[in-house]
Structures are given as structure tokens and as C-alpha cells.
């Protein structure tokens, strides 16, 4: 299978590591509007400098390939996804799915109306820590998830273009933590309510700091706070998570898990292993639904509900009310 990767700079890096060490994809070519950039990588990465075009529209008209995979700045991806689902071409994108709903929802109806396959790159439901979690909530033997708590404090510097986003913790990086916990509950929310703010000390331009409250379908409630300009004690990044449930308390606390029934001793649960995480396993599933029809999870049509969340959690900052839930 080979796919053109639109944006090789920034997390494009990490699309590069997962092609180059993949068995079963290869490039077709790639595209990246910053010559500086593209010279980088090339040397960086050994790449064929005459198989980096300036547009997409120049890649697509001087090679053939089965898929692009979409590393654009959010405000392009509408764009890049519309032109290559126009064209027959599946796109396996990064997140967020778009930078707006409209865009989204545009996404979306082009999917549908094509047939052709976008899903969006959710890498945080493939990660070991994360996949413990979920197999013993899945289990069921600590009952019914009554309530969950969720803390996220990191401080990264990334410069560029999200530390000019009006809510960068929300929308670039809460939207991996909101899709989990679809993931993880298997509900979708019906209301949100929420604020956020900046701290004097912040370097982002718009708020880096949030509290939200979320009422899941079945009454359970998730209770989500979090910093993207925290200067110590930093959580890992798939956060801290607590799920309050019938018959004790499931914990994934610095990426272990663990769980205590009521009135017994916590238990430290064995990490499963898995053959493939991150990025190898979201390009792999994009193989397997592009040459073999297999449905990938994350598909555009369902990731949208994911990407809900962030706009109306964004509504509730606004408008200071809450917010039923859109998606």
C-alpha cells in the first residue's frame, strides 16, 4: 500500500517512523509547503527530494497512491481530506477532525457521499495503559461505573501554531481524553458544562486551563480538570483517571492500573502487551480497511461524536450555561 503524508514537519515525524518501520506501507509521496522543512527531512529521513510536492494537488497529479494520511494544522485538514476523498483516495488524519464542526460535518457528508473511508488518528485509545483500563472496566467485575474523576497537568512549549489557539488544552489536546472516555464507557454524553481560564503565567494565548463536568447516558458523571501550562507534577499524558464503581474503584494512575474492591487491599493489574500501539497500530488498521475492507474504529462518522464534545464544552466556557450535548 502507498500513501502520500500531507505535513512531514512537527508530528509528521512520527508518521515518518511509523511508515519507514512499517512492513506493509510505503510512500508514494509527500507534500509540504515549507521548503526549508522539506529539505530537513529529506536529509533527515533519507527521502527522494523529487517525490515532495509543494501541493497536494501537484502529488496526486505525479503519483499514484492508495491513501494520504492528513498532518496538516487543524485549520487545513477540511481542505486536504476533501480534495483527496474527492478524488477516491481514503484518508487516515490526524486530530482533531477538524478545527470547526462545519468543517467537520463537511468531512463527514464528503465521506458519505464518496464512500470513501476517512478515520482519524484517536492514538491514545492504543497505548498499553490504556488498553488494561478498558479490558477491566469491560470485564465488568467491579460492577457499574457510577462516576469518574479525570486529571490532566502538563506544561509543554510547542510553539507554532497551538499557542495561538483561543483554547488550546480543549481543542488540541482534550479531544484525546474526551474520545477516551467514549472509549472507555462505551456512552456518549447528553450535557456538558464547563470553565476555563489562563493563568498569569501562560504562554498560550488563549485559555490552558479548564474544569469540566460531563453527564454521560445511564447518569454517570465525569468530572474533567486539566492544565496545559502546569509547572510541576506533571500527570502522564493519558491523564489520571478514577472510576468510582458498584463494587470498589479502578484507578490508571501514572500509566498503572489500579483496582480495590470494597474493604479489600489495592491490586496493581499486569500491563497487557500489545503488538502494535500508537501511530504502527492506527496505520496498520488503515491498511487493513483499505486493502482487506476491515472497519477500522475510528471512523470519521464516529469521531465527530468525539469532536462534539470539544465544541460544546467550548459553548458552556461562552455562554456560561450548560450545553446538551450536539453530536
Not at 472496566?137 to 483561543?166: C, D, I, K, W, Y
Not at 474520545?179 to 447528553?190: A, K, N, Q, S, T
Not at 478514577?242 to 483496582?259: A, K, N, P, W, Y
Not at 487491599?265 to 475492507?293: C, I, K, N
Amino acid at each position: 500500500m502507498k500513501v502520500i503524508q500531507v505535513g512531514i514537519g512537527g508530528m509528521g515525524n512520527a508518521w515518518l517512523r511509523a511508515v519507514q518501520a512499517s512492513p506493509t506501507v510505503t510512500y508514494a509521496g509527500f507534500v509540504e509547503v515549507n521548503p526549508t522543512i522539506a529539505a530537513d527531512q529529506a536529509a533527515k529521513y533519507g527521502l527522494d527530494r523529487s517525490l515532495i510536492f509543494p501541493t497536494l494537488t501537484d502529488a496526486l497529479a505525479a503519483v499514484e497512491a492508495d491513501g494520504v494520511i492528513n498532518v496538516t494544522p487543524p485549520q487545513f485538514h477540511r481542505e486536504v481530506s476533501l480534495q483527496a476523498l474527492e478524488a477516491g483516495i481514503p484518508v487516515l488524519s490526524e486530530k482533531p477532525l477538524a478545527d470547526t464542526m462545519a468543517a467537520a460535518q463537511d468531512i463527514v457528508d464528503a465521506a458519505n457521499r464518496t464512500g470513501v473511508l476517512h478515520m482519524v488518528a484517536q492514538n491514545y485509545r492504543y497505548s498499553p495503559p490504556i488498553q488494561t483500563l478498558r479490558r477491566v472496566l469491560a470485564s465488568e467485575e467491579f460492577g457499574t461505573v457510577g462516576s469518574v474523576t479525570v486529571e490532566f497537568f502538563r506544561g509543554p512549549h510547542f510553539g507554532g501554531f497551538r499557542e495561538e489557539m483561543p483554547y488550546p488544552l480543549i481543542i488540541d489536546m482534550s479531544i484525546h481524553h474526551f474520545d477516551l472516555m467514549r472509549f472507555l464507557l462505551g456512552r456518549d454524553p447528553v450535557s456538558v458544562y464547563g470553565r476555563s481560564w489562563n493563568p498569569p503565567w501562560s504562554w498560550f494565548k488563549g485559555d490552558a486551563s479548564a474544569a469540566v463536568l460531563l453527564e454521560f447516558s445511564g447518569g454517570i458523571t465525569v468530572s474533567y480538570d486539566g492544565s496545559w501550562c502546569s509547572l510541576g507534577r506533571e500527570t502522564p499524558w493519558n491523564a489520571h483517571w478514577r472510576f468510582e464503581c458498584s463494587r470498589g474503584v479502578v484507578s490508571l494512575v501514572g500509566d498503572e492500573v489500579i483496582t480495590q474492591y470494597t474493604d479489600r487491599e489495592p491490586v496493581t493489574v499486569e500491563t497487557v502487551s500489545l503488538p502494535r500501539t500508537g501511530q504502527a497500530y492506527l496505520l496498520d488498521e488503515f491498511y487493513q480497511a483499505v486493502m482487506h475492507g476491515v472497519a477500522p474504529a475510528t471512523t470519521c462518522q464516529d469521531n465527530i461524536k468525539s469532536l462534539g464534545i470539544v465544541f460544546d464544552v467550548v459553548q458552556s466556557f461562552a455562554t456560561g450555561a450548560v450545553v446538551g450535548a450536539t453530536a
